[in-house]
């Protein structure tokens, strides 16, 4: 049964701590944090069983017009299995996973502050495709 995740991307400037934001340093050596809503564990991620077919996650940006999304790129993704279609608004698109082999990736997503002469942001949350049957994991967070 193939899967489908809609996260939203909060983005806000600033590095006040704690309430599931977390916060990074853009281009311009600004503070900003972001939140994902929505996706694995609600923290903007996937999960799902290596055969159980194609699986989507629809991305879209905040509200607040200052922010774009630039390039979202992956890591730890051997076997090419993820891709990014941004639709033409700059503030959504689909990483699809094709999901056939066990992986546990990220997704970067760089997003763009109009107010901070395009200061990229980067924002980074994980991708697993978990394989069938019985298994023991310790993740890192």
């Not at 799902?48 to 879209?60: F, P, S, Y």
């Not at 730890?76 to 990483?95: E, H, R, V």
Request: overall charge negative; some cysteine; hydrophobic content about 25%.
């Amino acid at each position: 049964m193939s899967k489908n995740e809609s996260v939203t991307l909060n983005i806000r400037p600033g590095n006040t701590p704690g309430q599931g934001w977390t916060n990074v340093i853009a281009s311009n050596g600004q503070p900003y944090q972001y939140n994902y809503q929505g996706g694995h564990d609600n923290t903007g991620g996937m999960k799902t069983k290596v055969g159980d077919g194609t699986a989507t996650l629809n991305l879209t940006l905040s509200t607040d017009q200052r922010y774009s999304l630039g390039s979202v790129t992956f890591a730890d993704d051997p076997y090419s299995q993820l891709t990014w279609a941004a639709n033409p608004d700059m503030k959504s698109g689909t990483i699809t996973d094709v999901n056939t082999q066990v992986e546990n990736a990220y997704y970067q997503t760089l997003v763009y502050d109009a107010q901070a002469g395009n200061a990229s942001i980067p924002c980074d949350p994980m991708i697993g495709n978990d394989p069938r049957g019985p298994m023991c994991r310790i993740m890192h967070q």
